[in-house]
């Protein structure tokens, strides 16, 4: 299983005000070239939280676009999604998981979200390697990670991350804004996630800047 992380943020690393307004901190052409990112993974991944708060869809949206759609996966430990949500609502039509750490319940599988379990780690979170395993049984090798900043953490605090797709948008927010990336605990530089530049490109007026793990 190869795992990227991507993070759209702010100069200072932010992805949304104290308040949580976030659309839209980076472009046009930084958001399609996340959609082209999505195309060419098996599955999307984000939390709870970001599920809850945002509504996503998860999709492909690009002109013309015709190819197939990802899975789309929610760390949803205690099964708080709503039926109302978008991607219950679209479960039938686009392969929708969501990983618990308790048994599937029927109003989700009833919708056709696919509930895998996973052993929870600490406050009730799915382990993730466990999580990873259970994908990959699924048929699902490349993940792309979207958030949030705690989900964000928990794949680095796990060196699971290969990649990194960091969109980077000219304003600052400072520091009463929400992390791109949570805690991590990191008592000296040498225990930091370690990644080398490969590249960057401008889009307008952000940076797209790509690390590969070293």
């Known amino acids: 299983m190869s795992v990227t992380l991507k993070l759209a943020t702010s100069l200072?690393?932010?992805?949304?005000?104290?308040?949580?307004?976030?659309?839209?901190?980076?472009?046009?052409?930084?958001?399609?070239?996340?959609?082209?990112?999505?195309?060419?993974?098996?599955?999307?991944?984000?939390?709870?939280?970001t599920a809850l708060a945002d509504d996503p869809e998860l999709t492909v949206r690009l002109p013309g676009y015709a190819g197939r759609q990802p899975a789309r996966v929610v760390l949803d430990s205690r099964q708080r999604l709503p039926t109302t949500a978008k991607l219950v609502q679209t479960a039938r039509e686009i392969p929708t998981y969501l990983v618990a750490t308790e048994a599937p319940q029927a109003r989700l599988t009833d919708a056709g979200v696919r509930v895998l379990q996973a052993p929870a780690l600490g406050e009730d979170r799915p382990e993730l390697k466990a999580v990873l395993e259970a994908l990959a049984r699924e048929g699902l090798r490349r993940l792309f990670v979207e958030g949030g900043g705690q989900v964000a953490a928990s794949f680095l605090r796990c060196g699971l991350v290969d990649a990194v797709e960091w969109f980077r948008a000219p304003i600052v927010i400072g520091g009463e804004g929400r992390p791109a990336i949570g805690a991590l605990a990191v008592a000296g530089l040498a225990d930091a996630p370690h990644f080398r530049r490969t590249e960057v490109r401008e889009l307008g007026d952000d940076l797209w800047e790509r690390y590969e793990r070293i």
């Open 12 to 49: 200072d690393g932010r992805i949304a005000t104290a308040a949580g307004q976030s659309k839209w901190i980076t472009g046009e052409r930084s958001r399609a070239a996340v959609h082209q990112l999505r195309a060419e993974h098996d599955a999307v991944l984000v939390g709870a939280e």
